[in-house]
């Protein structure tokens, strides 16, 4: 079971992580909730779920990569020149999704933040992370928010798969972002594969 899940008896999947993996876990996703940002939590507004419903979000792609990989246009081809009506599509479906979507995004995140402070570390075995049916799909979620995230720093390509990455020297500064790229991956290839079986 050490560094990758295992599907459980009655559903959910478990995986051992030790001190380090914990705290590398917890920092990412950290950094995941930093750059999504904070939630609408103030104004008269914020308890009405009606009101948070046909609230607007922006209209306009987030300028920064990453963010823009986690929040895409949906409609034409990132990175082409979009025609007008491609662009007021995209504009008003962001302006009513956006929101709703980083809401989503942060819960996810969150829930594996909460999950992972909840672990009781035994010395130099470390711990055994057991989730739910329901915290395993919010941990993919996180898992491939944190991959597209660090993906997009490193300029992986959809063609590139980041395998090309672990030819860099050892003193690189991207060096410990490509292993947690590639660690990321295992662990969520593992989640997926307990949870189909």
């Not at 295992?6 to 030790?18: Q, T």
């Not at 009506?85 to 996810?108: I, M, V």
């Not at 992370?129 to 928010?145: H, K």
Request: glycine share 8%.
């Amino acid at each position: 079971m050490a560094g990758h899940f295992e599907p459980l008896p009655g559903g959910g999947a478990a995986v051992a992580l030790d001190e380090v993996e914990i705290s590398i876990l917890r920092s990412l996703a950290v950094q995941l909730l930093e750059l999504i940002g904070p939630g609408e939590t103030e104004g008269p507004d914020a308890a009405d779920p009606l009101a948070r419903l046909f609230a607007e979000g922006p209209s306009e792609p987030p300028s920064d990569p990453a963010l823009a990989r986690l929040f895409p246009d949906a409609y034409g081809t990132p990175g082409t020149d979009q025609d007008r009506q491609e662009r007021a599509y995209a504009s008003e479906f962001r302006r009513y999704t956006e929101n709703d979507l980083r809401a989503r995004k942060r819960d996810d995140a969150l829930a594996m933040v909460r999950s992972l402070d909840g672990l009781t570390v035994a010395g130099d075995r470390g711990a055994v992370l057991r989730l739910s049916p329901e915290d395993c799909t919010r941990w993919l979620c996180a898992l491939n928010d944190l991959r597209l995230t660090i993906g997009t720093r490193l300029e992986v390509t959809d063609e590139d798969d980041g395998e090309a990455l672990l030819e860099l020297p050892d003193e690189d500064p991207r060096k410990p972002m490509v292993m947690a790229y590639l660690w990321l991956g295992g662990l969520q290839e593992t989640l997926v594969e307990s949870l189909t079986h």
